[in-house]
């Protein structure tokens, strides 16, 4: 009897909170329904997902490779985060035209601009294919086995879900490759930019804000999807038509208030919740650490350069946005794990599973060495972890590096052509020939990069673990970086655009020469040494980790009887519920579950860089003219936060109220509920909103762009 009033005890502990979890929206109606429901939803699980009708699936889309935008009009306008639509913006810009200083909003359909290479992505069905993915897997195949016809099942089902329509395919798996799932998905590759608020609006707050609450920029850019004249993908042609959608979001004017049901849609991109405290220790206290400290070298030297001119600033300033990220997301986590004592929790949780297991005879046999074995394996990978953050985050964190390796198959071609042999020579040199001169690259600058990394390599890495070439080359300049840079800038083509510019007009002939090239010696050396001593032993313990958490996952699932399951975010569609909340962000202070544009002024008074906004919006708000997009107080909000569980991926994704009516787009968490990858935590971990409204007041009252209201379905 007390041993049964002890397993109460324990699995009522760890059932899932209503604000966790990153939910596959098929199975809401299983799974989740009855708890939205019960947290204030107002819709059925169908208006969620449906495959035999229109749904609010269909006006969830990818936007390009890694975030989310939502259908807002029956003309297939989208909305997406500015951020989300950055490089797409800037890679239209020029100086002339710069439509990321400056922001851009066309006034009709004629001025809408065509982004090349954008693509936006729709789910039209989900089948779990778990079954057929593992068909043919023998119980005495060896893990590679397993891979390989897995790879196989899975490109084999993809075909035939392709086949015969204009659809496209992908498979991905599921609780460590527990259950597999299949994806059909209809991409829309004519995207036009029909606008986004200047970058002093978009991104209002810069670095110094960036996943840090309270927040106030409108981080918003729209763009409009265009089809043929069936309603299908198509290339860009100038007769396409805007797209008509199954479904569009209609849009409330009425806000969110503390303790307001909220629902965020979209495609978070990755999360490792079930890690193991071994895992987590690693993460904590040698991952994290690392490479936050490569990445702000990087960001300190860009951000010198980058202030200098208008031409730098617009090379790096996606680049810069890119490195930054991961930088600040990743001392957000570190802040959070410790804050949340994640590795004793872990540790507590692990040693509860373990007592579950105890009073099953079969699970204490089949899973009691598990966590020994997560303990055995972490220690022999964490130095190796080691090497490889030092090669991705220091060594090729250097431009120059590594644009000169994306010619090592050119080369190779180029030897087979010459031996007579069957070769992709010259397709691969016209491939590559658009990048040289390199774009987005300035040599002085990415010089700097290599100085300071290169200091930061040689004294954390010992000479034993260096590659050899390298090693070498220190040794000839006794240790002086400098100078060894001075080398290699000063005598390589592949870091000097007007050098580049040449290279093609007697690539052939003088293959030898640029084959010698100092900095394509260099860094073609470096690559061959990781992938030949590390990324091979560093994908073996990736699989043996991968398989342990599959088993470990089985586990849990099969003891804790209690606790409703969520895979981890893999960038599919999933649906994350909360409510609206404030919190207390650290001792004595807590934070409002929402900002207005005072606080953006107030900011800008501070005259620091990365609060400058444009006189007209001053303007406009001295006048206070709101209009319906004030509170009932008469403020004009800009963003809020709720409890909602979201990662990379999920930004640009639509927020919803119990109506499923569009509130809000989600743009960041804040900075210590970065660590909800790793860890969710309902008491801080907090995603942040911009407010349906104010992207709304700047689109009519900044940008006199008020016309687009009239194709969406506003509700007040």
Known sequence: MKKYILILIITSSIIAKADEGIWMPQLIDALNFKDMKKNGFKLSAQQIYSINKASMKDAVAIFGGGCTAEVISNKGLILTNHHCGFSSIAAISSIEKDYLKNGYFAMNEKEEIYCKGLNVTFIKGIEDVTIKVNKNIKSNFSEKQKDSTIQINCKLLEEIAESGNHYEAFIRPFFYGNEYYLFITEV?????????????????????????????????????????????????????????????????????????????????????????????????????????????????????????????????????????????????????????????????????????????????????????????????????????????????????????????????????????????????????????????????????????????????????????????????????????????????????????????????????????????????????????TIIPKINYYDRQINELQKEYMQGLKETIKDKTFYPDANGTLRVAYGKVSDYEGKDGVKFLHYTTIDGLIEKNKTGKEDFYVKERLIELYNKKDFGQYADKSGKLRTAFIGSNHTTGGNSGSPVLNAKGELIGTNFDRNWEGTMSDIMYNKDFCRNISLDIRFTLWVLDKYAGAGYLLNEMKLKK
């Open 188 to 532: 829309f590759k004519d995207i036009r930019l029909v606008g986004a608020p200047p970058e002093s609006i978009g991104k209002f707050g810069g670095e110094t804000d960036n996943w840090v609450w309270p927040r106030h920029n409108a981080d918003f850019s729209m763009f409009r999807i265009y089809s043929n004249k069936d309603n299908k993908p198509a290339e860009y042609n100038a007769d396409n038509l805007p797209y008509k959608p199954l479904y569009s979001f209609p849009i409330s004017l009425k806000g969110a208030e503390n303790g307001d049901f909220t629902m965020v849609y979209g495609f978070p991109g990755k999360t490792q919740e079930y890690l193991t405290s071994y895992a987590v220790d690693l993460l904590m206290n040698q991952q994290d650490p690392i490479r936050v400290k490569l990445r702000e070298t990087r960001l300190n030297i860009m951000e010198v350069d980058m202030k200098k001119n208008d031409t730098i600033r617009l090379m790096y300033t996606n680049r810069y946005a890119g490195v930054a990220n991961g930088y600040k997301k990743w001392t957000g986590e570190m802040i959070g794990l410790k804050k949340s004592d994640a590795i004793n929790k872990k540790k507590a949780f692990e040693s509860k599973f373990l007592n579950l297991i105890l009073n099953d005879p079969n699970k204490k046999e089949k899973y009691t060495n598990l966590l020994k074995q997560f303990e055995k394996i972490y220690s022999d990978y964490a130095p190796l972890s080691k090497q490889y953050d030092y090669f991705s985050e220091c060594l090729w964190g250097i431009d120059g590096f590594r644009m000169a390796n994306s010619f090592t198959n050119v080369f190779n071609e180029l030897k087979k052509k010459q031996a007579g042999k069957e070769n992709k020579f010259n397709s691969l040199l016209n491939d590559i020939k658009p990048i040289l001169p390199f774009k987005n690259f300035n040599k002085e600058t990415d010089k700097k990069l290599c100085i300071a990394l290169l200091n930061i390599f040689i004294k954390d890495i010992e000479p034993t673990l260096r590659p050899l070439y390298l090693d070498s080359l220190i040794n000839v300049y006794k240790g002086n970086i400098t100078e060894l840079c001075d080398f290699l800038y000063n005598n390589s083509s592949f870091v000097d655009n007007s050098k580049a510019a040449l290279m093609f007009q007697d690539f052939e002939k003088k293959s030898i020469l640029y084959e010698h090239d100092p900095i394509y010696l260099l860094a073609s050396s470096i690559f061959q040494h990781y992938q030949k």
